[in-house]
């Protein structure tokens, strides 16, 4: 398979349904590894400099892909809304996750991001005026409710009641999922038409800019280990880097309500994974 990763819209023509459909599922992998790094970085890191950390090091493999595309003037001339879409797309969500993966597992978390689509389609119906059918919304309950029975038993809360601690992770997942929403609608509303390699490297560049203080305030007092570093380094290429150029494709051909239903497959991976 060969991803495209610089053209401009104008010149690149749509996407055929069956490579709609691999990035679907390439996406929905990755994402559902990104549970089981972010937990493994976030016991030594901490949640904010594990976030920093995956930003950078995804705006350190896209960087010289968009600079050899011949993109940077076009992330000039758009830098504002790139960035800021870095920040709800990536630096404030990945630093909730972060948080929430000390107290609750990887399948539970998991779960919880599967209310992107239900945020994604209130947000895109509020924001951008596409309401969504009878249907729609029936499915996209439905699938939420799938999603919950199929992998609840792997949660790890079988037994027990949830913690104060647990109860914030709860609460900082479905903020982040919230992020992720209004993300989506706003890339639709502001980045549509752009390059989707200058739309992720942009976007990691404007999160990396805004956890970085954060982040070096928060920084461990003890060295994190290897495992905790190979963690972020694939949490940042994998889950983060090429993870986003495919997203903003998808965003770009199906519109951000349907591209955020791939949230759905990501606890079948998460829970394999865990």
């Known amino acids: 398979m060969r991803v495209v990763l610089g053209e401009t819209a104008a010149d690149r023509p749509a996407t055929a349904p069956a490579t709609l459909a691999l990035f679907y599922l390439v996406l929905a992998a990755s994402w559902g590894a990104s549970f089981l790094f972010m937990r493994q970085a976030t016991l030594e890191f901490g949640p904010l400099p594990t976030a920093a950390v995956r930003v950078t090091v995804a705006t350190l493999f896209l960087l010289p892909l968009m600079l050899a595309r011949g993109q940077w003037p076009a992330l000039r001339r758009h830098w504002r809304p790139v960035l800021l879409c870095g920040l709800l797309n990536s630096g404030i969500p990945f630093a909730l996750f972060?948080?929430?993966?000390?107290?609750?597992?990887?399948?539970?978390?998991?779960?919880?991001?599967?209310?992107?689509?239900?945020?994604?389609?209130?947000?895109?119906?509020?924001?951008?005026?596409?309401?969504?059918?009878?249907?729609?919304?029936?499915?996209?309950?439905?699938?939420?409710?799938?999603?919950?029975?199929?992998?609840w038993d792997k949660v790890g809360l079988r037994g027990g009641a949830m913690s104060l601690a647990a109860v914030w992770a709860v609460l900082a997942c479905l903020a982040a999922t919230l992020s992720y929403a209004v993300a989506a609608s706003f890339t639709q509303r502001y980045l549509r038409g752009l390059p989707p390699l200058m739309t992720a490297t942009g976007s990691q560049i404007g999160a990396a800019l805004g956890l970085a203080v954060p982040a070096l305030l928060a920084w461990p007092a003890e060295a994190p280990g290897g495992l905790a570093w190979a963690s972020v380094t694939a949490l940042g290429v994998l889950c983060t880097g090429i993870a986003y150029v495919l997203y903003f494709r998808l965003i770009e051909q199906l519109g951000a309500a349907r591209a955020l239903t791939v949230t759905f497959t990501v606890p079948v991976f998460a829970v394999v994974y865990g």
């Open 98 to 151: 972060s948080f929430a993966l000390l107290h609750i597992s990887t399948g539970l978390s998991s779960i919880l991001n599967a209310t992107v689509p239900l945020f994604g389609a209130l947000v895109a119906w509020a924001w951008l005026g596409q309401r969504p059918g009878a249907s729609r919304v029936a499915g996209l309950v439905i699938g939420f409710i799938g999603v919950a029975l199929l992998a």
